[in-house]
């Protein structure tokens, strides 16, 4: 096999020259038929190690600058960097992106050998050289005295043991690099110190013309993936999008794109908002543009979505351009675009035999006034739909009208910000209309007969009549809610209230599954918990094991996972309901496994414990979840356990219930309801979240006939 030599520059301390060692060897084994030179010189900052590095007068390029001039004086083809070390701008000339590898990207802290966080002296000198780790010593130790220090890690970590010291704040990866891990004596948690984005890994740069550093950028970068969220309904994306998203490490979304696409996405993944929000500044093109690139180049799978689809008026093309400039790749996955998705939500057919078989489609917004071609539009007589124009429709409506347009030319407005609203009017009044019904953007606009009341395309209302219901709980109940609510002719509105968060040491106990004769679980929720600790871990499940499960929903999530249950209530389907049913089996000597969310309920514990060896763990934490304080219009409100009560009482005024029609799941979360003096409208018989609907159905029902008769 031929080979290729590829010089390479990096800084020549000890650490530098390890992790370039470690990187290069990682390459190799991917490409073996390459082989490195390594060349170290010394930077600026090694040079200067007086230098504080939180000193706004610093330069920004204090690790890079002598490594970027050699690849300028083409010394070498490429450098090998801490990602952290590079500057956020690099010279015109030259490219970078990180390769995928990382070390552990926490800090720790380091004293010197035989001591103690606890055994340290009074007001301990404190050697730190980063802003971020300063202000940590600040909360954890308030009355240390702290002072810079500089130099490599062995410099630094001497003078710690010569005294000069008492404790030190490091990257645990240098330590782990240079292999010297039995000097760490407290490691950071993440929470307490979020390491900065590029600690732990390892940056390539390069010129931007070299086809050795380009090949090597494609091989360690994944394409940006642009994903149509559709027009608003979570459901209305395509399976391709969908997957997308739960692969992403960073998604960039927009104000069109609902946030509960973001539901499918991994929990360790960065979800940027980069729209605008009414009353509120976008973020500009430039910036967004600059974000994706900057993104994927740091080794992210990159995805942006987008409302609607994104090549109609999506700016598609600007982001595009860039990347292509870039010599970076992308993907486009289509949408439904609020085109053809919002007209139908809003009852609007775009052709029909007897009323129209073309219709022309613009915007009413340029970026430049004098490339705005409405004039022309309304010249060519065609039934219309603008983009973006609701802000435009006064000058619009006179365009159209000095155009000869009938003034009793039919109008509609429809906006669908997740829901759908349609307001109908002509060319004549739908100004005023607007300002009447306090309507707002975004809104497509519609013109010619298509928009006509006559020609609506609207189903018959169903029973809920587009009564619109606020579900609280956890998202994973919600989506269970939502399709059976929306075939009922209601209108869902997403709003979670609780969070699950599984517990790190899940495998710990589920590898000891052997030593136990039954597992309940009381939740889909601890269900799907349960099996992706199962499956994460590769964790295999006995096969003479049985579960015990509360309810049917519970048992079709497990069902799912190819388990099916062996104890389910007939009837009462909650922790008692299972409990007579084990009541027939006799468990002695048949140990149980309890996992359970931490505020689960004790009786199925105290039932096994009187008969047999029972272990309860925390399988998940219930965690709030945070909601904008002012609460969506409804008339309907489902609670779907007491914990949502709880979390919704914590939030919000009990007055915001006041006329409200008050839905609970089961009797345990009734009586909950009437511990906070809520006035229950009607309680699931089944507790179940189709029990729950159904009981909603049947009470909207009841209404609508006692308003009749």
């Not at 929470?191 to 013309?209: F, M, V, W």
């Not at 939740?523 to 295999?540: D, E, G, N, T």
Request: hydrophobic share 35%; glycine share 6%.
């Amino acid at each position: 096999m031929k080979k290729f030599l590829i010089k390479s520059g990096c800084r020549n301390s000890p650490l530098s020259l390890i992790q370039t060692n470690n990187s290069l060897n990682k390459i190799k084994e991917d490409l073996p038929s390459i082989e490195f030179e390594i060349i170290g010189l010394k930077t600026f900052g090694d040079i200067n190690k007086d230098l504080a590095l939180d000193d706004k007068k610093t330069p920004l390029d204090l690790f890079t600058k002598e490594l970027d001039d050699g690849i300028l004086r083409g010394d070498y083809e490429i450098a090998i960097h801490s990602a952290k070390d590079l500057p956020p701008k690099l010279p015109n000339e030259m490219e970078y992106f990180w390769l995928p590898w990382q070390e552990v990207p926490g800090d720790v802290v380091i004293l010197r050998k035989g001591d103690t966080i606890d055994s340290l002296k009074e007001n301990p000198i404190a050697g730190t050289s980063s802003e971020r780790r300063t202000d940590y010593l600040k909360k954890k130790f308030p009355d240390a005295k702290l002072v810079a220090i500089r130099g490599t890690i062995d410099e630094r970590i001497q003078q710690l043991d010569d005294g000069k010291v008492d404790l030190l704040l490091m990257a645990e990866a240098a330590l782990n690099r240079l292999n010297i891990q039995d000097r760490i004596t407290y490691k950071i948690p993440l929470s307490e110190l979020p390491p900065p984005e590029g600690q732990g890994k390892i940056a390539i740069t390069y010129l931007k013309d070299n086809p050795i550093g380009k090949t090597l950028k494609k091989l360690y970068t994944h394409p940006v993936i642009f994903v149509g969220a559709g027009t608003g309904d979570p459901e209305l994306i395509t399976i391709k999008g969908q997957k997308a998203i739960k692969a992403a490490d960073c998604i960039l979304y927009d104000a069109l794109a609902n946030p509960d696409l973001l539901n499918y996405s991994s929990a360790n993944c960065q979800n940027i908002f980069v729209g605008k929000r009414e009353g509120q500044h976008s973020m500009q093109q430039d910036l967004i543009t600059n974000l994706i690139l900057q993104k994927v180049r740091q080794g992210n799978k990159v995805v942006r979505l987008k409302g609607g689809d994104p090549s109609i008026f999506g700016r598609l093309t600007e982001e595009t351009s860039s990347l292509q400039q870039a010599d970076l790749p992308y993907q486009i996955i289509p949408g439904i675009s609020s085109l053809n998705g919002v007209t139908l939500s809003g009852g609007i057919s775009l052709t029909s035999r007897n009323i129209n078989q073309s219709f022309l489609t613009a915007t009413a917004t340029t970026q430049n006034a004098s490339d705005n071609k409405i004039d022309e539009y309304a010249a060519l007589k065609q039934p219309t739909v603008f983009f973006m124009g609701f802000k435009q429709l006064p000058t619009i409506q006179k365009i159209f009208l000095n155009h000869q347009w009938e003034p009793s030319t039919p109008i509609a407005l429809i906006s669908q910000k997740f829901e759908t609203y349609t307001l109908r009017g002509t060319l004549e009044n739908i100004v005023d209309k607007v300002k009447e019904a306090n309507f707002s953007s975004p809104a497509l606009i519609l013109i010619g007969d298509f928009a006509h009341l006559e020609n609506d395309i609207s189903s018959p209302t169903l029973i809920l009549n587009k009564s619109r219901i606020l579900l609280t709980g956890v998202k994973e109940s919600i989506a269970s809610l939502k399709s059976s609510i929306e075939n009922a002719g209601g209108i869902p509105i997403s709003w979670p209230l609780l969070q699950l968060i599984p517990q790190k040491n899940i495998h710990e106990h589920l590898s000891k599954m052997n030593d136990y004769s039954l597992i309940i679980l009381t939740s889909p929720s601890a269900v799907r918990i349960f099996f992706q600790a199962i499956k994460k871990h590769q964790i295999l499940i006995p096969k003479d094991i049985e579960f015990g499960v509360t309810g049917p929903s519970t048992a079709e999530e497990l069902m799912l996972n190819g388990v099916y249950p062996n104890y389910i209530p007939n009837t009462d389907f909650s922790s008692v309901g299972l409990i007579n049913e084990l009541k027939k089996v006799s468990w002695k000597n048949k140990p149980v496994l309890l996992p359970r969310s931490d505020i689960g309920g004790k009786a199925l514990e105290e039932f096994f414990q009187k008969q047999t060896e029972t272990f309860a763990f925390t399988l998940y934490e219930n965690k709030s979840k945070a909601q904008p304080p002012e609460l969506p219009s409804f008339g309907t409100i489902l609670f779907t356990s007491p914990s949502c009560i709880e979390r919704y009482l914590e939030q919000y005024r009990p007055s915001t219930l006041a006329n409200k029609i008050i839905g609970c799941i089961g009797k345990v979360t009734e009586k909950k309801a009437l511990e906070k003096n809520l006035n229950v409208s009607f309680v699931s018989s089944e507790s179940t979240t189709e029990g729950l609907v159904k009981s909603l159905i049947n009470f909207t029902t009841n209404d609508k006939l006692n308003s009749i008769l």
